[in-house]
């Protein structure tokens, strides 16, 4: 290999390496802002936030009706508050995983896509997601989560802290 050549193969893993940590950035900055703007709920988190200190807000509040559309809203909601809050702690094995994947490729041995590998987190934060949702639907079925999506019940209460 010249040192031209060396020069080059240098621009280009850094031209990648850029990538994948805009991508990442990206990623993270679009789910946040989701998030804080509502979910796609209507009201943003602050206004949830200043709702959730007022007193008797929950008897305030109706009862969310669970449509198909609506469970794929609750679905969507969790997951994107796990990709916004775990893609941070995973982004740097994306990046050693890339960065792995470069040295396969430059030695012609079999790699796999970044993204490939990316998508089974985003997987498994789905499954997590799908879990979530199934959950809420369930608790707020048997009147144990208010419509602040608070418990109601003392038991469950203690159950849920750590």
Not at 45 to 58: E, F, L, R
Not at 111 to 129: D, H, K, P, Q, R
């Amino acid at each position: 290999m010249t040192v031209t050549d060396t020069s080059v193969l240098e621009a280009v893993l850094r031209r990648d390496r850029f990538v994948v940590v805009a991508a990442l950035v990206a990623v993270i900055v679009v789910a946040w802002i989701w998030i804080v703007l509502g979910a796609g709920t209507g009201m943003s988190a602050v206004a949830m936030t200043q709702m959730a200190g007022m007193p008797d807000m929950d008897m305030m509040m109706e009862r969310a009706v669970w449509t198909p559309g609506y469970a794929a809203l609750i679905f969507a909601m969790w997951w994107v508050m796990m990709v916004a809050m775990m893609l941070p702690s995973a982004a740097p094995m994306l990046l050693l995983f890339a960065r792995v994947n470069r040295a396969q490729k430059a030695r012609d041995r079999p790699y796999v896509a970044t993204g490939i590998f990316a998508a089974g987190y985003l997987a498994a934060w789905g499954g997590f997601s799908a879990l979530a949702a199934g959950l809420q639907w369930g608790l707020e079925q048997l009147d144990l989560l208010s419509p602040m999506i608070t418990t109601t019940s003392y038991w469950l209460g203690i159950a849920a802290r750590p």
